[in-house]
Structures are given as structure tokens and as C-alpha cells.
């Protein structure tokens, strides 16, 4: 795919919209989404947005590898930001592991993730791996340009300050080690209480909520309210969300 510029009449009107904006100045966008419907979508919202410029817009990860592959460093704008979709197709790389690719491949480009499962474990683990923003496809498509520029300056989104949901500053790729599961939660996640981990370590090894309080010596009411607790702040919703979550700590 060639390198190309949307010039047709969109939505987005930025103050100082009719000033024409220099490769350096403007921002370059890249799309990779499985769903014909929504790279549509993108494309023409950021097609009336002259700060931005739409450089290529593929379905596959291998197909955004092999372009990335053979452009030259010099078409793209010094800022360039690639929205990604989290979830592509059942033939495709993991999310997690397309993200860690591109960052170390390519760390001059900013990731901006798009998903409709914004949960916080998800939006953590995006941004420990190498993302730096994530944008919730349940939102407007007005937001979505907003969200690009905020990337495109090396600034997180959502932002801390949004109130949104407490957001990682900048990537952070470390390994964890050779640690167990609870230990890996409580790396990544540090917002849990000592006694919410311990609970969640406990329930990822199968044990029941009456287990754990046996095991624990607490009542079945505490472990229970603790296991809420746990699940809201990583933004899971039920047991099939957090063994979801479990499969994508042990992808880094």
C-alpha cells in the first residue's frame, strides 16, 4: 500500500483548520482494524481534520508489518501515531504481543489502542507493554482525533487528570520474571489492597470463595466484598473476564 492523503470534507474542524500544516508539523496516522466498517469509520472522521494526515489503513498485522517494512524513515511525519485494534481476527497475533512488536521495532511511533473492552487491567497491561494511549471504541468517533493528538504528544490518554480512570504516564516494558500469578497482579497492579491480592491469588487457583476464607481465616462475607473490591478496581466483570485477564499477563 502506498503512502496517501484524505483531502475529502469530514467532521473535525480544530481552531486554525485552514492552515495548511508542513510533513513536520502535521501528525501521521496509521489504522489496523480487522472490521471494514470501522477503518471506514476512521477514515472519514479524520478526513476533515488538516492537522492530521491518513498515511495507510490495513485489516491484518501482517500486512501493516510488511508495509512498515518497506517505507522509508522519511515518509512519515516526526509525529506518527499508529491506532491499533486490540482484538483482531482468530488468525491473527495477540494483541499484546502486536504491541510490544511495534514499540520495540519501531519506538518512534506513538501506539494508540482502540478496544471496547476499556476495562483497567486492559488499559494497564496495553501501556505496560509499550502503548501509550487507549481510546474506548464505545465513545464518540468525534473523540477519536482528540485522543490521537494527546498520543501524538507524548502524552497519555486518557489523562491522569480526566478522571476517567487512573492512567500509567508513559510505557513501561519490564519484564516480570519468574514470579506466580498473584505476584504478577500485584506488579501490575498495585492499586489492589495486600488483602484483595491474596484473595485473588487464592481464586486463580481454583479455590473457592468458602475456601479462601477457610484458608484465609476470614468470613465468607469479607472474602466475598474483598473479590468485588478486586474485580472493580481492575474493571472485571465475572469469572470469564478475569480468566481473560490471567491469559494476557502470561503473554508478557
Not at 518497506?70 to 481476527?89: C, I, M
Request: with cysteine; net charge positive.
Amino acid at each position: 500500500m502506498h503512502l496517501f492523503n484524505i483531502s475529502r470534507a469530514g467532521v473535525c474542524r480544530p481552531k486554525g483548520h485552514g492552515v495548511t500544516l508542513s510533513a513536520e508539523t502535521a501528525i501521521g496516522v496509521v489504522i489496523l482494524d480487522d472490521h471494514p466498517v470501522v477503518r471506514s469509520g476512521y477514515e472519514h472522521q479524520l478526513a476533515g481534520c488538516p492537522d492530521i494526515r491518513l498515511l495507510g489503513s490495513f485489516s491484518s498485522g501482517k500486512a501493516l508489518l510488511d508495509w512498515l517494512r518497506k517505507q522509508a524513515a522519511e515518509n512519515f511525519p516526526s509525529r506518527t501515531v499508529l491506532v491499533l485494534d486490540y482484538e483482531l481476527g482468530p488468525d491473527e497475533v495477540d494483541g499484546l504481543s502486536l504491541i510490544q512488536s511495534l514499540h520495540a521495532r519501531y519506538p518512534q511511533f506513538r501506539l494508540l489502542i482502540g478496544s471496547s473492552h476499556a476495562g483497567e487491567a486492559t488499559v494497564q497491561l496495553t501501556r505496560r507493554v509499550g502503548a501509550l494511549g487507549f481510546y474506548d471504541k464505545r465513545k464518540d468517533l468525534s473523540e477519536l482525533a482528540n485522543a490521537i493528538r494527546t498520543v501524538a504528544a507524548g502524552k497519555p490518554y486518557p489523562s491522569p487528570e480526566a478522571g476517567e480512570r487512573p492512567a500509567v504516564v508513559q510505557p513501561v516494558v519490564e519484564p516480570i520474571g519468574d514470579t506466580d500469578e498473584g505476584e504478577r497482579l500485584q506488579a501490575y497492579f498495585p492499586q489492589l489492597t495486600k488483602k484483595e491480592h491474596e484473595v485473588l491469588r487464592c481464586y486463580l487457583q481454583g479455590m473457592t470463595v468458602s475456601e479462601i476464607a477457610a484458608k484465609l481465616q476470614r468470613s465468607i462475607k469479607t472474602v466475598s466484598t474483598q473479590k468485588q473490591s478486586a474485580f472493580r478496581k481492575l474493571g472485571v466483570h465475572s469469572d470469564m473476564e478475569l480468566a481473560r485477564l490471567r491469559q494476557e499477563i502470561g503473554k508478557i
